[in-house]
């Protein structure tokens, strides 16, 4: 008979793998690696994921892995900004290329390609990409060979068709600079080989396990997985929804018990936007609420999304779902009050 997880027990497995449940002591390098990238669209979010998963952990290390070309914010899973380790840009975005050509088919910019040789015009961009532009820079050039199309969609063709990277100082902790793109193949070393689609799965269920089909899917942006999950060595499982769950045989699932600390994580943390059904951290009911979609920061009490943050200038407002025990209440504040010092913001929390 198939084991069934209870949505605690998935909440505390996906927590545990995040980690979310304890902070590590492993370099900051490692942990963007095993988390298979970071999303990235707001350049600062990273930092702030990272804190909330890395015991002592400084914005300077991230900022120094950006300048040194070890991480990269590119698009790649779902077509939005992750930030990945070079090695794993190299693994993965082969992989997702034909998706991300195909959701930019789909955008409201894919007409600017109709009656167009595809071939061309990626050779044209890959040209112009090598040095760092904006896309309104990319659309600019790209307009004066395609006089009729529209510019503004060229810069957006131009970055996605081609294997793209943001340049830094983008998203350098204390920084600031434009949003540039460049070659994958100018910015970073010679890649290794492309993963398999096997190898992928592995890694996503390392990080977001037990899962079904449709939760890689979701995560990824693709299809068709189905046939490589089931030719896997997993264990099966299902959950109170009745869904077929899959996972390493060996992967770690906490006792659904174990103690969940507060967490403060940022705006499209990985947690929350990694499976398709995702009662695992949020409810349907809070889910409605729009605040993933709408990107705003949220934390986490007992290890499901209980409400939302913003940092001021003077201190942390916080707004809470329901009512936090004394307990849960002393645990939100010294936690941000840890979170005030990392940010470098003086004030206090405000519940």
């Keep these: ?15 545990h793998r995040q980690f979310l449940l304890d902070r590590v002591d492993r370099p900051a390098e490692d942990v963007v690696e095993h988390l298979v990238g970071m999303q990235a669209q707001e350049p600062f979010s990273p930092y702030y994921g990272l804190w909330s998963r890395i015991r002592s952990f400084q914005p300077d290390e991230l900022g120094s892995l950006l300048l040194d070309r070890r991480v990269v914010r590119a698009s790649l ?40 040789d595809v071939n061309e015009f990626t050779g044209t961009a890959t040209a112009l990409l090598e040095e760092p532009r904006t896309r309104r820079e990319i659309g600019d050039l790209l307009g ?61 269920l390392a990080a977001f396990g037990p899962a079904s089909v449709k939760d890689v ?68 009911e809070d889910y409605r609420r729009g605040i993933i979609i709408g990107g705003k920061p949220t934390l986490l009490v007992d290890g499901f999304v209980h409400g939302t943050w913003k940092i ?4 942390l407002d916080i707004d809470v779902f329901r009512p936090l025990t004394r307990a849960q209440k002393a645990d939100v504040e010294a936690e941000g009050a840890r979170l005030l010092q990392f940010a470098g913001v003086t004030g206090g929390v405000r519940l």
């Design 1 to 15: 008979m198939t084991e069934k997880l209870t949505t605690r027990a998935l909440s505390r497995a996906t927590l």
């Design 77 to 116: 899973h779902r077509a939005t900004i992750h930030l990945v380790t070079a090695a794993d840009h190299g693994r993965f975005e082969p992989l997702l290329r034909p998706f991300l050509h195909r959701r930019f088919a789909s955008s409201p910019f894919g007409f600017v390609l109709d009656g167009l």
């Design 144 to 204: 004066a060979r395609w006089p009729d199309r529209d510019t503004n969609a060229l810069g957006y063709a131009g970055s996605f068709l081609v294997p793209t990277v943001q340049v830094t100082p983008r998203a350098v902790w204390g920084r600031s600079g434009a949003a540039k793109w460049t070659t994958a193949a100018r910015w970073l070393a010679d890649a290794g080989p492309a993963a398999s689609p096997e190898e992928f799965v592995r890694r996503y």
């Design 217 to 284: 899917q979701t995560w990824a942006g693709m299809s068709r997985l189905m046939p490589v999950v089931e030719a896997m060595d997993l264990r099966v499982f299902t959950d109170e929804r009745g869904r077929t769950l899959y996972d390493l045989p060996d992967a770690p699932r906490p006792d659904p018990d174990t103690p969940a600390p507060a967490r403060f994580l940022p705006e499209f943390d990985n947690v929350l936007l990694g499976h398709d059904d995702r009662t695992r951290v949020i409810s349907d």
């Design 312 to 315: 001021a200038d003077d201190g």
